[in-house]
């Protein structure tokens, strides 16, 4: 059950996700796209403010499925993209310190971390945004080789 809520919830995010990478900037949008954008981000405040911690507690349950993990992974990326847009900050963490709780945090079961990382590497905000927090990509080579190590 918990599977399918959160393959629900990673539907609903990636779609406000690509909706608000869609649309145009501020100064292009009509009224009717700056009240949709509002609403999007409204929706994106409730599902940071009471699904990522659960999320995050979720991921530490050793028999956490991988969907948990694809969830973790793309409110991650969300908050990257978001930055890279130049978007009001949702998360309260920066990417860096997600990518730490998700990847190398030892109560999180190697399978959830490997999965999440599989996820992000993907994703060239995440990847960006981490280089720009950083200056490289050591965090994201940290997380595989512990991944590797554990799994």
């Not at 100064?27 to 403010?49: G, P, R």
């Not at 694809?70 to 409110?75: E, G, I, T, V, Y």
Request: glycine share 4%.
């Amino acid at each position: 059950e918990i599977s399918t809520i959160c393959t629900a919830l990673n539907n609903l995010l990636t779609r406000a996700r690509i909706l608000l990478n869609t649309s145009p900037s501020q100064m292009l949008e009509t009224a009717e796209q700056a009240a949709d954008k509002s609403k999007l981000v409204k929706l994106l405040t409730q599902l940071w403010t009471i699904v990522y911690p659960a999320i995050k507690s979720l991921s530490t349950n050793l028999t956490a499925p991988p969907q948990v993990s694809s969830l973790a992974a793309d409110f991650v990326i969300q908050s990257a993209e978001n930055s890279s847009r130049g978007g009001q900050k949702l998360a309260k963490e920066s990417v860096l310190d997600m990518i730490k709780y998700f990847g190398l945090n030892k109560l999180v079961t190697a399978n959830t971390s490997a999965a999440f990382l599989g996820r992000l590497v993907h994703n060239n905000a995440v990847v960006d945004r981490v280089r720009a927090e950083t200056g490289d990509h050591r965090l994201l080579l940290e997380v595989l080789a512990l991944s590797c190590v554990h799994y």
